[in-house]
């Protein structure tokens, strides 16, 4: 049986079907005609992968992060957003993903209970941002990146559903 995911890629939402076989697992892509074999190996315990898609390899380096990924081969890199995908769904838009621009969004359904940053506010990485509280348990969300607050997109007792925007984050460097 085919499992479907949503991966967001900048500002562009793709599906991908993945089914796993007794030989191997073959994912097909929305826009593609046909299934290609994949495999992913880690390598040592760095983030280092090798991915193979119809037995040619490529090196792949992988910081997860929770709902999804920074994934690296050579010199491009892509901030990916990965979510079950569901009949009728529809992701909200936030405009053109800006370069140098990092989003926080909401792990899970809940409400915001408290916001810690404000437009314009310099944040350091790991910072708690926001607390959330979801299944009756708060959880801090903290900043993937250091920079400056671009946007906060809640504000406290506001319910918020998964991958919602919360906070947009322009990084130190792209400054």
């Known amino acids: 049986m085919a499992e479907k995911f949503v991966v967001r890629i900048g500002d562009d939402d793709v599906t991908f079907e993945i089914v796993r076989e007794p030989d191997g697992a073959y994912v097909k892509r929305e826009d593609w005609d046909d299934w290609r074999r994949v495999a992913l190996e880690r390598v040592g315990e760095s983030g280092l992968y090798l991915l193979m898609v119809d037995n040619e390899p490529t090196e792949l380096y ?10 690296t081969i050579g010199r491009h890199q892509w901030d990916m957003d990965v979510a079950p995908w569901r ?3 529809k992701r909200v838009r ?3 993903q800006q370069a140098g621009v990092v ?4 792990p899970m359904t809940g409400s915001i ?4 940053c404000a437009a314009g506010d310099e944040v350091e990485q790991g910072q708690v941002l926001l607390v959330m509280e979801s299944m009756k348990m708060n959880n801090e969300l ?7 607050v671009e ?3 809640v504000v406290p007792g506001q319910k918020v ?3 919602d925007l919360l906070v947009a984050i322009r990084r130190e460097e792209a400054q």
Do not use: D
């Open 62 to 71: 992988l910081q997860r992060r929770r709902g999804g990924a920074l994934a």
């Open 87 to 89: 009949p009728g769904q």
């Open 94 to 96: 936030t405009g053109p």
């Open 103 to 106: 989003r926080l969004t909401a």
């Open 113 to 116: 209970v408290e916001v810690r």
């Open 142 to 148: 903290r900043s993937p990146a250091s920079g400056q």
């Open 151 to 153: 946007a906060v997109g």
């Open 161 to 163: 559903k998964a991958n």
